[in-house]
């Protein structure tokens, strides 16, 4: 039996303190605390990764959350 490849997917934003948040669905942003809220995603390879390109992006609380998947490219039929 072939394994399949581990696909790591999350939702990323920036809250309004500028901490990088990750979430297993579609988070929802909350004017009034300045955070998204969601079901937290928690993969430290993953948070590095994003974080790093949200900060070269200058990613902040004004853009929206963003979709993101990780892991071996599929291979074409």
Request: one cysteine or more; a negative charge; charged letters at 35%.
């Amino acid at each position: 039996m072939e394994k399949k490849p581990i696909k790591n997917k999350c939702w990323a934003a920036v809250n309004k303190n500028g901490f990088v948040v990750l979430f297993t669905d579609e988070p929802k942003r909350n004017e009034e605390t300045g955070k998204w809220e969601g079901n937290l995603y928690v993969n430290s390879v993953v948070y590095a990764a994003i974080k790093d390109i949200f900060e070269k992006a200058s990613w902040n609380w004004e853009k929206e959350a963003e979709y993101f998947e990780f892991g071996p490219k599929e291979k074409e039929n």
